[in-house]
């Protein structure tokens, strides 16, 4: 069981930065690949970023490639997504979620934290 609670959201200026940070509970932290994800209203969510259980590994969807780093510290059971170079388009509630086993945005996350707003204004 893990339990996931996001923070860092807020309100920034396009091309401005934010740093999401995500807390998970459980001793078997280092077991799970994380991911983000975000939904803006009236859309799907989508996939953001993602790093496997070592760290050693990323993903990121195209449209935040280059802008946007995943990070996490297993000896602290942190997750984090620096986003910079923000844009409106990026505004959505973000998730962090965690997969056990191998990062593989084609099958379910089985833990998802409750979000976080970003908003950015142009």
């Known amino acids: 069981q893990v339990h996931l609670v996001e923070s860092g959201g807020g309100l920034v200026q396009a091309g401005g930065s934010l740093k999401l940070s995500c807390a998970a509970s459980?001793?078997?932290?280092?077991?799970?690949?994380m991911g983000w994800f975000r939904q803006a209203p009236g859309k799907e969510r989508e996939f953001v970023a993602g790093?496997?259980?070592?760290?050693?590994?990323?993903m990121y969807a195209d449209a935040v490639k280059g802008r946007f780093t995943v990070s996490r510290d297993n000896a602290k059971n942190m997750v984090y997504l620096q986003m910079d170079s923000l844009k409106p388009e990026d505004a959505a509630v973000y998730y962090c979620?965690?997969?056990?086993?191998?990062?593989?945005?084609?099958?379910?996350?089985?833990?998802w934290g409750q979000g976080t707003q970003v908003s950015v204004s142009s």
């Open positions: 459980g001793r078997t932290f280092n077991r799970y690949a």
């Open positions: 979620a965690a997969r056990s086993g191998l990062l593989d945005t084609t099958t379910p996350f089985e833990y």
């Open positions: 790093i496997t259980w070592s760290g050693g590994g990323t």
